[in-house]
């Protein structure tokens, strides 16, 4: 019996990032961060407007904290593997090329 795949369900984008100027700073810091260290090996990066979106997701979530989805959604991009279900709805933000858009 095969196993059935989980939907990438889209959702819809957070019209207005209402992030702190300091935690937009630290998303900064880590899209530098990622781009210089896997851009080129992986083949694709992430944008500072990837981050916010899954940032501004997280603000609304009851199960986790921004902070932990903007990390999990990264280790996403990198390594194809997620912590936990909490997050197959970033799949919609994966950048182009990734194995898992």
Known sequence: MMAKKKSKKAIQPVKQFNIPEDEALRLEVKVDSFNSQHKNSL????????????????????VNTPEWRVNNFILLVRSGKIKSDYNTDDYDMLPNGHPNR
């Not at 694709?44 to 501004?56: A, N, P, Q, R, W």
Request: hydrophobic fraction near 30%.
């Open 43 to 62: 083949g694709y990066g992430i944008d500072l407007d990837m981050l916010k979106e899954v940032y501004s997701r997280g603000t609304n979530s009851l």
